[in-house]
Structure formats: structure tokens, C-alpha cells
């Protein structure tokens, strides 16, 4: 079983994500494999002590490349899983504070 210190990875920061933080209080994280809404919930309201609206969850596939001779199909990066946070009105994350 895994506990709330496994179930979140690492923040995913890209310019979306940094839109959806500034204006919209969402928060993008990669998650593990079998993680639920419930559990990335209880994550973030223990680690980060902030209160969690809305928990969305999408399993995002590989990226695939070809090599130029042999045109193979061959996996690039590998698929994950990444939630987004919602949280209330007023509330941030301090890992997100940096990054405008």
C-alpha cells in the first residue's frame, strides 16, 4: 500500500500549468501509477495544509519517436499519470510561489 508521501512525484511546471496557477488556483503534479483521487487529495491537504476543492486525474500515454533508418517505432517517454489540483479562493502552494 502506498502511503501519501509516495503518491505524489513531482510538480509538472509548463506555461499552462503556470496559467492555471496564477489565475485559476490549479496545480499540476505527476502522480504514481495507482493513485486515486481520494489519495491525491488527503496528499495535498496533509503536506501542503490547504484546503482541496477538485481533483481531476489523467493518464497521459508515451511519446513515441522513429529512428531514421530502420523506421522502427521505438517509446521515447514513457507514460505517467498527473493530477490537477484545484484549490480554494485565497489558497497557494509555496513550491509554485517562484515561478511567474
Known amino acids: 500500500m502506498t ?3 509516495d503518491v505524489l512525484r ?9 496559467y492555471q496557477s496564477g489565475k485559476l ?8 501509477k495507482d493513485a486515486t ?3 491525491v487529495k488527503d496528499a495535498i491537504e496533509t503536506l501542503f495544509d490547504v484546503k482541496v476543492t477538485r481533483v481531476n486525474i489523467q493518464n497521459v500515454p508515451a511519446k513515441r519517436g522513429r529512428r531514421a ?3 522502427r517505432v ?12 484545484t ?7 509555496e513550491i509554485f ?3 511567474q
Open 97 to 99: 510561489e517562484g515561478v
Open 3 to 5: 502511503t501519501i508521501y
Open 37 to 39: 483521487k481520494g489519495l
Open 74 to 85: 521505438l517509446v521515447r517517454v514513457p507514460s505517467f499519470k498527473k493530477a490537477i489540483v
Open 69 to 71: 533508418r530502420s523506421r
Open 10 to 18: 513531482r510538480p509538472l511546471v509548463t506555461e499552462k500549468s503556470n
Open 25 to 32: 488556483h490549479q496545480y499540476t503534479f505527476e502522480v504514481s
Open 87 to 93: 484549490l480554494e479562493a485565497g489558497q497557494t502552494l
